[in-house]
């Protein structure tokens, strides 16, 4: 069956099942959607199906069997280096144009897949449009992004875009608690948590350090607000997890958007529902006016991130309003 095993994006699989079952097939696809939503698992089987001897994906006959083992000659991954940051034009040149214009050796298509189409420089995109304005009829691209504006305008406008959107937290929530042996509650909160990209969920539930991450994040806001002298070890604990900046204040920024909800009593929308009670006391003599004022500096500081200013002045003076929001030492006005 045509791309079993791809949790959700009915809308995704009708309209290339479609394009199959008329062999209306395009040279270029995007798949654009945030990352873990599905877009590579779309686009392996997908290949599969483009392979496939009975047309259908049927995981049986032999080029079924290769293209899931990942063996198949005519499916080819485009890999970069690893000490690089970006798929560079060496990259295009030695895996996709030295092999674009060789037959497919088995299948009657060839497929390239660009799982890393975020990183591509502009000279590996350029490298790659002089093959989309020409390409032979039997292959067939699909580049990954998180999002199109990531690729030239020419490499868009020689592709068909196709949109995958954040997934339903019922939907992850069900496949966690299918596929996982933990409790639906649990579930309920990495589901949340995930916004709707299924690959962040399955991270969540299977890498202890993103679940310590997640107990420090929290635990340094609470110390905060418990302690002033607790605001070194928040800048300290910031500042060790430089490379995980980002994650660790949309946790923070999740934790103070619950305890807004808890005091405007809608806690069936708070994200960390295991935690009600520790948000209860958290909230304590604190108005919402401060908490918003507190999400607003991690709001600020994510956007003062990625202007490359000095990280370790940022993130000291970031928590520092934090600290005083939290401590009241702004307005004073108690909402
Ligand atoms: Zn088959």
């Not at 994006?9 to 654009?32: M, P, Q, W």
């Not at 483009?50 to 006959?61: F, I």
């Not at 905060?224 to 949309?250: A, G, P, Q, Y």
Request: glycine share 4%; hydrophobic share 40%; aromatic share 6%.
């Amino acid at each position: 069956m045509i791309f079993e095993g791809l949790t959700g994006h009915e809308t995704v699989k009708e309209s290339l099942g479609r394009s199959l079952a008329c062999d209306r097939i395009s040279n270029a696809y995007v798949f654009e959607g945030s990352q873990g939503v599905g877009k590579k698992l779309c686009a392996k089987l997908f290949s599969q199906a483009l392979v496939c001897e009975n047309n259908n994906a049927c995981g049986s006959c032999p080029l079924c069997v290769q293209a899931l083992a990942g063996t198949l000659p005519d499916i080819i991954t485009l890999t970069k280096d690893r000490d690089r940051a970006s798929v560079g034009v060496d990259n295009v040149r030695e895996q996709i144009i030295s092999e674009v214009f060789l037959k497919p050796r088995n299948a009657r298509r060839k497929i390239f897949i660009i799982e890393y189409g975020d990183e591509l420089s502009v000279e590996a995109q350029n490298a790659l449009l002089k093959v989309l304005e020409e390409p032979p009829s039997y292959v067939t691209f699909i580049i990954c992004v998180t999002s199109k504006e990531k690729l030239l305008s020419t490499v868009l406008s020689r592709s068909q875009v196709v949109s995958f959107f954040p997934l339903g937290t019922n939907l992850v929530c069900d496949y966690l608690i299918r596929n996982y042996n933990i409790s639906p509650e649990r579930a309920n909160v990495l589901a949340k948590l995930s916004q709707g990209s299924i690959g962040t969920a399955i991270e969540l539930c299977q890498n202890p350090d993103k679940q310590t991450r997640i107990e420090k994040s929290i635990q340094s806001l609470v110390n905060l607000k418990k302690n002033s002298l607790k605001l070194r070890e928040m800048v300290e604990f910031l500042t060790e997890e430089k490379e995980n900046i980002t994650e660790i204040i949309d946790y923070l920024m999740t934790f103070l958007r619950d305890c807004v909800m808890v005091k405007t009593h809608k806690d069936s929308l708070c994200v960390f529902a295991d935690r009600i009670s520790e948000i209860r006391v958290f909230t304590e003599n604190i108005s919402k006016k401060q908490l918003i004022s507190a999400f607003d500096k991690l709001s600020n500081l994510k956007l003062s991130l990625k202007q490359n200013l000095n990280f370790n002045a940022t993130v000291s003076e970031a928590t520092m309003r934090i600290w005083e929001d939290l401590h009241d030492k702004g307005s004073g006005h108690q909402i």
